[in-house]
């Protein structure tokens, strides 16, 4: 195997495969990246067995070479020292080899790495996906489909499939939904076509990785959905995930459907005030904060913390209708919740102290985030 | 103990102190920030016992406002709330003040923080030094001698004095010197008139902070030194060192007064090709990489580790005089060493694969490291 390769996509396609290679795997040859290398270029291969991913460089793009002098062939080799080795290579092209006993050879400039691979061989095949069952979505709406959604996910074992963002076809809207039991997010976005898609739950941890890989560069991700695996394909990657088991809990219950009270208010504003009522309380668990409505449109936000001492601030709604409320919640979730919201102005609709409240843009009925709130005597 | 001051002027001070300001302490009022508010301005302090910095923020300063509406008095309050109290209040101007019980009001817009503090009379005083034994330094110098040597003390305990810089004026130069056995860090500077200065050991965790503290908008620092402190002594900014007891060994010693191989090389590209030949290495402790000369001026640098692989490059010195060599040493040294010396061009001395070689910029006689080498078999 043999190939000429700019660094820099070479660097590109490294990272990007980096992020589902784990060094503590059980399986050994998984601590290895795979180099595949045809006349149409070079593929990139790691795996953790929840998530694989596979970068390709092509041989050439928009007029631009990256690879030449191809002799194919495929190795295994060591993926702890590669990235540091290909970003510190000191010029732009690089040149790397295997013989037939898996020596490996990387060239740039006067530098000469020798590795000691594994056979490609050895290499568990990665599914081939049945492409029925897939759809299209611009690449930034999925990727804000993900980070308004996934923060929300359980990072607790106890129930598994709440470590997964729930993902579904209704009505011909996509839904992704993820709860951990105190608190929800949910995003909702119509479909062009008539799409079937069974309902999958993806693990929270896969969606992430995904997310720091997709850059705005590639317009359209296909997505494609069997029993226990979804692929994420684009033009040079593929990523594909295991789905969790079982069946993920009936949400739509949890929304109350009236609310007795709504709140009109700047995002930002009530984010940094929530921050600093936090300030103090960062030793308790829940880093509990209260909420109490005030004459006029004034909200009043404290956070106490014994022995430490404790925070007020007054801040104006644009509006507020309904009863009067003292409510207690905890800041890291609301602060999670505003800080998913890309908007100017929230609308926060309660239901009393005791029950769900509801935070929402005003102006976009497809985002929701719910928060249980906190008793206090 | 009442004042309203600019948050911007109070952050940075409070960045600086909280410098000084350590959670492990065994004094327990010393995990508070000292606040002391005079017609003249606000001084803050921290200390844990080591070092104590003082940051003072004056009324005014180039016509600009900073403190007003002064009421004089003190207090010390928990410090580990205070950075992001202050980093995260609304507006600009911050209101604070204490009563005669200690508790503490800090006002911004609408955000108000209730702390209870402590009795500023429980906080230790701060050792006056004489003024006697001090001279001055532009402070962008004195950060370059620290910057030049203090990553080479000791961060071990086993000799305690190894863990500081060695400061003394010799010839009417004025002497830093760092080492932990296996290299050493120098630097000297002419002194403009004559001083007189004891030599003193001063911790190189004092200078490292130092060094994140001082900018370069001041431009001379005056440092004095007693028995057992020494302080550095800016317009708003007073900082104190405990120093080390002992005696700092003769290190003058250790530098060969001949050497028999001289190589004149880029200092990038030397260090470049020691970071990749030491990339395979990281496992070792000592990350070793090996030089060996070549014909012509070629160096090769390679490094090797037992079931990953070897690296291996020629670089081309600008010339080389003398006996030929092979030699091996600590990457994390050699690099350190070169990091350090900001000119384009080094001067590496050689005596034999066995002793301590050097390391100069060219044109530049001041500044020396010295690294010994490792033994291989």
């Known amino acids: 195997m043999k190939f000429t390769i700019q660094r820099e996509q070479l660097m590109e396609s490294v990272q990007h495969v980096m992020k589902a290679i784990s060094s503590r795997t059980t399986i050994p040859i998984l601590t290895g990246m795979k180099l595949e290398v045809s006349e149409q270029g070079v593929k990139l291969t790691g795996s953790d067995s929840d998530i694989s991913i596979e970068s390709i460089i092509p041989v050439e793009e928009n007029g631009i070479v990256y690879v030449e002098n191809i002799e194919p062939g495929s ?73 308004q959604t996934v923060f929300a996910v359980s990072s607790s074992e106890t129930r598994p499939i709440l470590t997964g963002v729930h993902v579904r076809v209704e009505n011909e809207e996509l839904h992704f939904t993820a709860t951990d039991s105190h608190r929800l997010a949910s995003r909702k976005i119509p479909l062009e076509s008539k799409t079937e898609l069974p309902s999958v739950v993806i693990p929270g941890k896969s969606l992430t990785e995904l997310n720091k890989i997709l850059d ?4 359209t991700i296909e997505i494609s959905v069997t029993e226990n695996q979804v692929l994420f394909r684009t033009k040079h990657l593929y990523f594909l995930s295991r789905l969790l088991e079982g069946n993920y809990p009936e949400t739509s219950r949890l929304i109350p459907e009236q609310s007795k009270t709504v709140v009109k208010i700047d995002t930002k504003e009530l984010l940094q005030s929530v921050d600093r009522a936090s300030l103090l309380a960062k030793e308790n668990r829940n880093n509990v904060v209260r909420l109490i409505m005030k004459e006029g449109n004034q909200i009043e936000i404290n956070g106490n913390s014994p022995e430490v001492g404790n925070v007020v601030e007054e801040v104006v709604a644009d509006s507020i209708e309904g009863e009067e409320l003292k409510i207690s919640f905890s800041a890291k979730y609301m602060m999670d919740a505003l800080k998913s919201i890309h908007y100017d102005q929230v609308k926060v609709e309660f239901t009393g102290a005791m029950r769900p409240f509801l935070i929402r843009p005003v102006d976009d009925e497809q985002i929701l985030q719910l928060i249980l709130p906190v008793r206090t005597y």
Request: no cysteine; proline share 6%; charged share 30%.
């Open 75 to 147: 190795v295994v080799l060591q993926a702890k020292y590669f990235p540091d080795i290909v970003r510190k290579l000191p010029q732009s092209t690089v040149e790397i080899e295997s013989d037939d006993r898996r020596n490996i050879t990387i060239r740039s400039g006067k530098a000469e790495f020798h590795l000691n691979g594994q056979d490609s061989e050895e290499y568990p095949q990665l599914p081939q996906l049945h492409t029925e069952d897939s759809f299209e979505l611009p690449t930034d709406l999925l990727k804000n489909l993900i980070r």
């Open 216 to 219: 705005d560069s590639e317009d």
